[in-house]
């Protein structure tokens, strides 16, 4: 399995300031992702991190609000602009290597709270 | 369009009780991967089980066990002889094989064992 970290594990922040969380997977992977977790919701995919190049957004996400970067295959970055209330959330890193099980791995999550 | 539908929000049972999770899901592709997730209260997200849609073939491991049918397209996980540590949120989720990088989620079902 891929261990997955991120930083930071939680924060409060003012609104409209902006925060940047970091992820770092133990090992070379072909796919990184950023979810975001509403309270007491269920998981909800931002965009695909691609290395070298911009992010692919879902629909409802735009790169304005969501910066992403992957600078190489185990490190990348996401960070949410313009904080407001409903911007508190969990945001989750997954990474997905490809190893012929296809397990989608997930960080332990970043709670934002925005005041 | 896809969707996961896990009907139960939240079950609690008594310890060495056995407990099923239902999970319906909805997609027009014919090839596709199922996956179930564990988030304790720690807040990681814990894989399960990845099964893709050519294989019906029940799985069982330790006291888990997962009961795919195709024809009602349902992904049911059964616990055997719970545990309070099994006391979680447990996510069904869905991702099309043809881009099985997007994984659509259930609300999930929160899962207590009482002692």
């Known amino acids: 399995s891929a261990v997955i970290s991120q930083k930071p594990s939680r924060d409060i922040c003012q609104r409209g300031t902006s925060l940047t969380i970091q992820c770092q997977v133990d090992?070379?992977?072909?796919?990184m992702f950023w979810y975001r977790q509403q309270p007491g919701q269920s998981l909800t995919l931002i965009a695909t991190?691609?290395?070298?190049?911009?992010?692919?957004?879902e629909s409802g996400f735009v790169i304005d609000k969501f910066p992403i970067s992957r600078p190489n295959l185990t490190f990348s970055t996401l960070t949410v602009s313009n904080l407001s209330p409903e911007d508190s959330s969990i945001y989750l890193c997954?990474?997905?290597?490809?190893?012929?099980?296809?397990?989608?791995?997930f960080g332990p999550g970043t709670r934002l709270t925005v005041t | 369009a896809q969707k996961v539908t896990q009907a139960q929000t939240e079950i609690s049972v008594v310890e060495k009780e056995d407990v099923t999770l239902d999970c319906v899901y909805e997609?027009?592709?014919?090839?596709?991967?199922l996956f179930w997730y564990k988030q304790p209260p720690s807040g990681e997200l814990v894989f399960l089980i990845r099964?893709?849609?050519?294989?019906?073939q029940n799985e069982i491991s330790g006291r888990y066990s997962w009961n795919f049918q195709k024809s009602t397209s349902s992904f049911n996980f059964t616990i055997t002889a719970s545990q309070v540590v099994d006391s979680a949120v447990y996510f069904c989720?869905?991702?099309?094989?043809?881009?099985?990088?997007?994984?659509?989620f259930g609300k999930g079902t929160r899962l207590h064992i009482l002692p």
């Open positions: 991190a691609n290395q070298g190049s911009e992010a692919t957004y």
């Open positions: 997954s990474a997905l290597r490809d190893g012929g099980r296809y397990e989608q791995y």
């Open positions: 997609t027009r592709d014919t090839t596709y991967y």
């Open positions: 989720a869905l991702s099309e094989m043809r881009r099985d990088d997007k994984i659509i």
């Open positions: 090992s070379q992977v072909t796919m």
């Open positions: 099964r893709n849609s050519f294989d019906e």
